[in-house]
T-cell receptor, first 111, second 118 residues
């Protein structure tokens, strides 16, 4: 079953604007990851945030994690047309527990 | 990070035939691999957990006799879609995920296989 839900389901912004996507999950986690998927292609790992971390940055990406609210957000700053893709959060418990994916947000950046 | 190679990247087959998809962990010995399926415009759903040297663990609703998983070595897991039907057309992705021994690591994914059953 789906672990996380993301909102919005779809987001359309102008190039240069910031894009924020939110992810909520249901059970306790070991880490949370964000992935990007271009249409019909494989997954690209963007960033991993551990359960004891609250915020993480990578280039134009900023991820926050609030374990008390069981939620995370992904912020893409100064968006580019090439950022157009679907973005998924994925959560994982401890050990070999499977990674389960959120419902995804489809981002469109208009040039 | 781990490099995961999946083959083929796409396949078209006739209804009723079987298709085998390979997932190789090129630089990481994976006792566990995961198989996901993604229908168009949907998220990835875990199908099964592939365990080296033992039987796979299937998620609820996934037919184990239809989706045969073999994990004969630490670097190779195969998924065979038997007697494929058009409703099996989907994007199949395998994953290698680090466990306790390798720390709190990300999951590494193959490139995916797009299966079209005609």
């Amino acid at each position: 079953s789906q672990q996380g839900e993301e909102d919005p389901q779809a987001l359309s912004i102008q190039e240069g604007e910031n894009a924020t996507m939110n992810c909520s999950y249901k059970t306790s986690i070991n880490n949370l990851q964000w992935y990007r998927q271009n249409s019909g292609r494989g997954l690209v790992h963007l960033i991993l945030i551990r359960s004891n971390e609250r915020e993480k940055h990578s280039g134009r990406l900023r991820v926050t994690l609030d374990t008390s609210k069981k939620s995370s957000s992904l912020l893409i700053t100064a968006s580019r047309a090439a950022d157009t893709a679907s973005y998924f959060c994925a959560t994982r418990g401890g050990g070999y527990q499977k990674v389960t994916f959120g419902t995804g947000t489809k981002l469109q950046v208009i040039p | 990070g781990a490099v995961v190679s999946q083959h083929p990247s796409w396949v078209i087959c006739k209804s009723g035939t079987s298709v085998k998809i390979e997932c190789r962990s090129l630089d990481f010995q994976a006792t566990t691999m995961f198989w996901y399926r993604q229908f168009p415009k949907q998220s990835l759903m875990l199908m099964a957990t592939s365990n080296e040297g033992s039987k796979a663990t299937y998620e609820q609703g996934v037919e184990k006799d239809k989706f045969l998983i073999n994990h004969a070595s630490l670097t190779l897991s195969t998924l065979t879609v038997t007697s494929a039907h058009p409703e099996d057309s989907s994007f199949y992705i395998c994953s290698v995920q680090g466990g306790l021994l390798v720390g709190n690591t990300e999951a590494f994914f193959g490139q995916g296989t797009r299966l079209t059953v005609v």
